[in-house]
């Protein structure tokens, strides 16, 4: 197991380290790594997650079900669990929504997939688990963040329309769905153009990463730090552990629960920066817990993959 964990975390952290030398270096202008990261939300993901599901197993639609209900269950306990947090700390009705954000929203595409597919294996049925995984869990996110976030007495329904277009018109549901449908339909792809999506889709984690990397500024911790590190401190262990009692009391053990554990380690959402910010809340201790949370997830992933890798 721990040749799983030095092959699958390893590549994460270089890649990570390499697009931050990249651009603090100069080498590359940020504006190189903003654009990156746009062809690999709109472009790249969605075809590396629609190749996966097409691939993948009849049993893999089931087993990804049972694993999004275990995210989105653990998303909801552990917001609760944020907003005493900010009653204990103090925090303004800002803060106190970004921290709740930051603690139930994971970058799950960016990070998480990335481990997973390098430790099980491009073709796996498990990396099969985790894109059907991705499809529900998604919407969950945006509508959840979109609930916790509403000012006291705003238009919550106006946001949530706005997310729910918004998740209508994400790229990697997109590719979730048409994935779906086309196996569904039992059509098939001719070969040169499958082939031409896939490379595509080999193209997504490496990108991925380095755009990822290039995001951790130092400057971006400065700010909030203290609510921030409490953010991070549930996103990265109260998650888990919340996901593994889950786990214990649905019977859920092997790669299922594997899966659901890497996904809840995950770092907080890059997009709960921009969330934030659009509607009032403390997009400065987002940014910090983006930060933070990005540079300890690996570790605790690393853990995981050793306590309950088989």
């Known amino acids: 197991m721990y040749t799983v964990v030095f092959t699958s975390i390893l590549p994460v952290c270089l890649l990570l380290a390499l697009g931050a030398a990249l651009c603090r270096s100069g080498f590359l202008p940020d504006t190189f790594f903003t654009q990156m990261n746009r062809l690999g939300f709109w472009l790249l993901l969605p075809s590396l997650l629609f190749c996966t599901i097409i691939k993948s197993p009849d049993t893999a639609s089931a087993a990804g079900l049972h694993v999004a209900l275990l995210l989105c269950a653990s998303s909801v306990l552990v917001t609760g669990v944020g907003w005493l947090a900010a009653r204990g700390l103090g925090l303004a009705s800002g803060s106190t929504r970004a921290l709740m954000q930051a603690a139930m929203r994971g970058n799950l595409a960016y990070t998480a997939l990335p481990v997973l597919i390098y430790a099980f294996g491009e073709g796996s049925e498990a990396a099969a688990v985790a894109a059907f995984a991705l499809a529900p869990t998604i919407p969950f996110y945006n509508v959840l963040a979109v609930a916790i976030l509403t000012q006291p007495g705003g238009q919550r329904r106006g946001h949530l329309t706005r997310a729910l277009t918004a998740v209508l018109r994400n790229p990697l549901i997109i590719g979730?769905?048409?994935?779906?449908?086309?196996?569904?339909?039992?059509?098939?792809?001719?070969?040169?153009?499958?082939?031409?999506?896939?490379?595509?889709?080999?193209?997504?984690?490496?990108?991925?990463?380095?755009?990822?990397?290039?995001?951790?500024?130092?400057?971006?911790?400065?700010?909030?730090?203290?609510?921030?590190?409490?953010?991070?401190?549930?996103?990265?262990?109260?998650?888990?552990?919340?996901?593994?009692?889950?786990?214990?009391?649905?019977?859920?053990?092997?790669?299922?629960r594997l899966i659901a554990l890497l996904y809840l380690a995950s770092p907080c959402a890059v997009t709960s920066y921009v969330m934030a910010d659009q509607m009032g809340a403390d997009k400065d201790l987002a940014g910090s817990a983006i930060v933070l949370s990005t540079l300890f997830c690996l570790p605790v992933m690393a853990l995981i993959l050793i306590v309950f890798g088989q």
């Open 176 to 256: 979730c769905v048409l994935g779906l449908l086309i196996r569904r339909s039992g059509a098939s792809l001719p070969a040169g153009l499958f082939n031409a999506v896939d490379a595509l889709g080999r193209a997504a984690l490496p990108c991925a990463l380095l755009a990822l990397g290039a995001g951790l500024t130092p400057d971006r911790m400065r700010a909030s730090f203290r609510p921030a590190l409490a953010a991070t401190a549930l996103k990265l262990l109260a998650m888990p552990a919340v996901g593994y009692a889950l786990t214990c009391a649905a019977g859920v053990t092997g790669d299922a």
